[in-house]
């Protein structure tokens, strides 16, 4: 509690990775709620960077130009290989696309299409 808020839930868009070894991922999930979500494109290189870097936090993952999605719970560092092979494997198309990816606005419009696919599926 700071300032009389309590903290409740983080949500991170469009992030590097915070932390640099599991010493520092252990104290940053100690410090933030368990409510913390990640919210990433498949095309945005800055959330995949550092490359040895870690992350904290369950991932909303864009993929497929905002057609689709996944949620991936966070279970420490075993996750972190598929997001480094994901960015080699797609490094040309990411770099090509970085100038509208990493925009907020590409976020902005990927949530509001989420939000939309969800009231049509109830």
């Known amino acids: ?7 409740t839930n983080v949500a991170s868009l469009a992030g590097p990775r915070l932390c ?6 252990e104290t940053l999930q100690n410090l933030l709620p ?14 995949l960077l550092p490359p040895t870097g870690l992350a ?7 993929t ?5 999605y996944m949620i991936r719970r966070d279970v420490g560092d075993k996750n972190d290989w598929i997001d ?8 040309f198309e990411t770099i090509l696309n970085q100038s509208q990816k990493h925009r907020v606005k590409s976020y902005i419009k990927s949530l509001h299409q989420l939000v939309i696919d969800i009231d049509q599926s109830d």
Do not use: C, H
Not at 1 to 7: D, Q
Not at 20 to 25: A, F, L, V
């Open 1 to 7: 509690m700071k300032r009389g808020y309590i903290v």
């Open 20 to 25: 640099k070894g599991k010493k520092d991922r």
């Open 34 to 47: 368990a409510q913390t979500i990640r919210i990433e494109d498949d095309l945005d290189v800055v959330s």
């Open 56 to 62: 904290v936090g369950d991932k909303l993952w864009f």
């Open 64 to 68: 497929k130009d905002n057609k689709s």
């Open 84 to 91: 480094s092979v994901w960015l080699n494997l797609r490094l």
